[in-house]
């Protein structure tokens, strides 16, 4: 071991220990560097390869030096088998992000990295990255990889609508989704040899705004061999993807069947819905969702406006179901990155723009707060008028913002949400200006008086 390295196992003795029992370990592709302290061994740093039976090794290693927290650096997914041995040992695991650090003193080394984390995690200087218990990271994993099926089946939509547009066949300017109903059945006739567009237009459904000869007069195309057997087999891709989706969902039900009832849905009904029908919209899955996160959050977060089911069963599966993790509102808003930032130097404001962050929690509620352009509700309300203020942008961040506090509330509380209304919400924010210009006209000397009193007065 060089000097500088060496000097790394110096500690500064100003700094209070809070971990004395701490080890650093930094994750690789093919090996894992780990660090304890000075005196546990004959040799501090030692390098584990990445086989299971060499993490069974590292965790040996580490109860034989007495050592009960690890704080962990890594990229990727290498993490992961790692955490849970080590978590599965009794351990104390943290997952540190790498861009608080990344600096080094000194020449950049496997050594050096995992000492440096060693030493800050003794100091009790590192904040473990926030990671749900291991029920709902089962039912995440479900939820991801539904996302991604979901994904992959919008290439092959789009590369249908491409055929089609190619064969001249103008399908999505009269029907407003062309794997609706009405879509889908035009578009098997069409692989199974049908080309009359009369015929074709039969297959509409009563639904469709479009008339019949209109439906005809665009599916009047020039119906390429080559380009029909693109569609067949984009079309039965995009079948496929759909059967691997409902199997998807079958397995998250199930997963949902597995949770505790945290409130017994025979005694505390669930409150009807907002939305009518039975039909689940849009990629939602078609079970009964709504009741089943009711009955194991014990809050129905879907009175909220902006929320689906879907919506909220993202936000479960990133969340949890303790919101003790964060204590207050604001570490909540903080960590998802959508509360105003505070960069002040030298007593000034430099900038309040909201910290990038990376987290699909965010994201959920960004997707909720587009929906509320069109909500006849005071969230609704709220968000058209920083629109109006701020643009779209910053009025999404706005409304995500104060979804996430109402989400919290109810996490928290397990109350129920209840719609003030558009006009309560006007009414509040003209109460709230009228009150600021009162104030405003009473540090210039002047009195405000309202405009009937003024009138009466002239007379």
Not at 416 to 444: F, M, N, S
Request: charged fraction near 20%; hydrophobic fraction near 40%.
């Amino acid at each position: 071991m060089n000097k500088q390295e060496s000097a790394r196992d110096s500690f500064n003795t100003n700094l209070p220990l809070i971990n004395i029992n701490a080890a650093g370990i930094d994750i690789g592709a093919d090996r894992h560097w780990v660090s304890v302290p000075i005196g546990r061994d004959s040799e501090n740093v030692r390098s584990f390869a990445c086989f299971t039976a060499d993490l069974y090794a590292m965790a040996d290693w580490l109860h034989q030096c007495g050592v009960t927290t690890v704080a962990m650096e890594s990229t990727g997914v290498y993490w992961l088998p790692v955490y849970e041995v080590l978590e599965s040992r009794g351990l104390e695991v943290k997952l540190v992000n790498a861009h608080y650090v990344k600096t080094v003193p000194g020449r950049k080394t496997d050594v050096l990295d995992c000492q440096w984390l060693q030493q800050l995690h003794t100091y009790g200087l590192l904040a473990g990255s926030f990671r749900p218990e291991d029920q709902i990271c089962v039912l995440r994993s479900y939820i991801r990889q539904r996302d991604n099926l979901i994904k992959s089946t919008c290439v092959h939509v789009q590369r249908m609508q491409k055929a089609l547009t190619e064969m001249n066949v103008q399908l999505h300017r009269v029907i407003s989704d062309i794997t609706g109903t009405t879509g889908m059945a035009i578009i098997r006739a069409i692989v199974a040899g049908e080309r009359d567009p009369k015929k074709l237009a039969a297959f509409k459904d009563g639904r469709i705004k479009a008339s019949s000869l209109e439906i005809a007069s665009a599916l009047t195309g020039n119906y390429r061999p080559e380009l029909v057997f693109i569609l067949q087999q984009e079309l039965q891709l995009y079948e496929f993807y759909q059967q691997q989706i409902a199997t998807c969902d079958f397995q998250i039900e199930q997963c949902l069947i597995s949770f505790a009832d945290k409130v017994d849905v025979t005694k505390k009904t669930l409150p009807k819905p907002k939305r009518r029908g039975k039909k689940q919209p849009g990629n939602a899955p078609q079970f009964d969702l709504r009741t089943h996160l009711y009955r194991i959050s014990g809050v129905d977060f879907t009175q909220i406006n902006g929320f689906g089911a879907l919506t909220v069963l993202i936000l479960l599966s990133e969340l949890g179901l303790d919101p003790t993790r964060f204590p207050t509102v604001k570490h909540f808003t903080s960590w998802l990155g959508l509360c105003p930032g505070s960069r002040i130097t030298g007593g000034k404001v430099k900038s309040s723009k909201t910290r990038p962050v990376v987290n699909r929690a965010a994201n959920a509620f960004r997707m909720a707060a587009q929906t509320l352009c069109r909500s006849h509700s005071a969230l609704g309300a709220y968000y058209r008028r920083m629109q109006a203020r701020l643009g779209a942008p910053k009025a999404i961040t706005a409304a995500a913002h104060k979804l996430a506090r109402l989400f919290y509330r109810l996490w928290t509380s397990g109350g129920a949400y209840t719609d003030p209304g558009i006009d309560a919400y006007e009414q509040q924010y003209r109460d709230r200006t009228v009150k600021y210009l009162q104030k405003k006209a009473h540090t210039l000397g002047f009195n405000l008086v309202a405009q009937s009193t003024a009138t009466e007065c002239v007379s």
